[in-house]
């Protein structure tokens, strides 16, 4: 039997550390530095997750980490169906004591990277996450590559990334390009460390991420290869970077071919690749 102050602590007070501690002692538990399990204790910083979702009773959201279910709660008051995706099994036994009171989540004990690709093939849904940070690329990268799209993506990531993800000229990377071909990103909030327990080692921002309907006729395969040499040697000019590409789509390169399909699109050869946008690359690969 739970005692009275566990079930109404863990229906009601999942942000506070003496709790968190207390569920976790239950079930000989700790938070897992290798899983990246930092928990959300700052109400405000939760109601700008669920704010920033426009969540209604006809969403599903897919939830990936949910933890002790801090986020999952709030979600589930809001939402039609939750499917909320965990990897530590002890996780898996408190979210079935914290979640028993609602009936529209799922819980499902599986790697969240081999559940898309194996099972996971609805439509209409939505992501809203406080992911574990050892997951931003790959599962970003899975979401907007996927055939099945979230119509948004919120998550908390660290904040340096996040400013990445949403960087401009001239300060982009191979992340920020990655992400913005596929979608528009922008940084809701910026959240301290402090708001976990534990605390982790750095600050994290709350983002949206917004996938685009139609990406038009561009090639991802032959954008990316063009794009990941481009920013083979950061420091390199672009004509030195795009020359490692010897040919594209049988046609042989050179510094002299590479110079002028650069300036053909109002690009100096000189330029390093930090500098493009999203629909410099694009206008590139039309024109090739």
């Not at 566990?6 to 709790?19: D, G, H």
């Not at 004509?239 to 789509?249: D, I, T």
């Amino acid at each position: 039997m739970h005692s009275p102050l566990l079930c109404y602590n863990v229906l009601m007070e999942l942000t506070s550390p003496a709790t968190i501690k207390e569920i976790l002692s239950k079930y000989s538990a700790r938070p897992s530095k290798g899983l990246g399990q930092n928990f959300l204790i700052d109400k405000n910083v939760l109601a700008k997750i669920i704010d920033a979702s426009d969540l209604n009773k006809n969403d599903v959201v897919l939830e990936v980490g949910p933890g002790i279910g801090t986020l999952t709660q709030e979600l589930a008051k809001n939402v039609g169906k939750i499917i909320a995706v965990e990897k530590d099994r002890t996780m898996i036994k408190i979210l079935d004591e914290t979640l028993k009171e609602y009936k529209n989540i799922e819980i499902i004990n599986a790697d969240i990277l081999k559940f898309l690709n194996l099972k996971f093939k609805i439509l209409n849904y939505k992501v809203v996450a406080n992911i574990p940070y050892y997951l931003t690329s790959p599962l970003i990268r899975k979401f907007l590559e996927c055939e099945n799209p979230p119509s948004e993506i919120i998550l908390m990531l660290q904040k340096e990334v996040a400013k990445r993800i949403c960087s401009k000229p001239p300060n982009m990377s191979l992340l920020a390009v990655s992400v913005q071909f596929y979608a528009d990103a922008k940084i809701i909030s910026y959240v301290s460390k402090n708001c976990f327990w534990p605390s982790p080692n750095v600050d994290s921002a709350i983002i949206k991420i917004i996938p685009r309907v139609n990406l038009g006729k561009i090639d991802p395969n032959l954008f990316f290869k063009i794009v990941k040499a481009g920013f083979s040697h950061p420091r390199k000019q672009l004509v030195n970077n795009l020359a490692s590409l010897k040919s594209l789509n049988d046609v042989k390169l050179n510094k002299e071919k590479i110079s002028e399909w650069l300036l053909k699109n109002n690009i100096n050869p000189n330029q390093r690749s930090e500098t493009l946008n999203v629909s410099d690359w694009i206008n590139l690969i039309k024109n090739f």
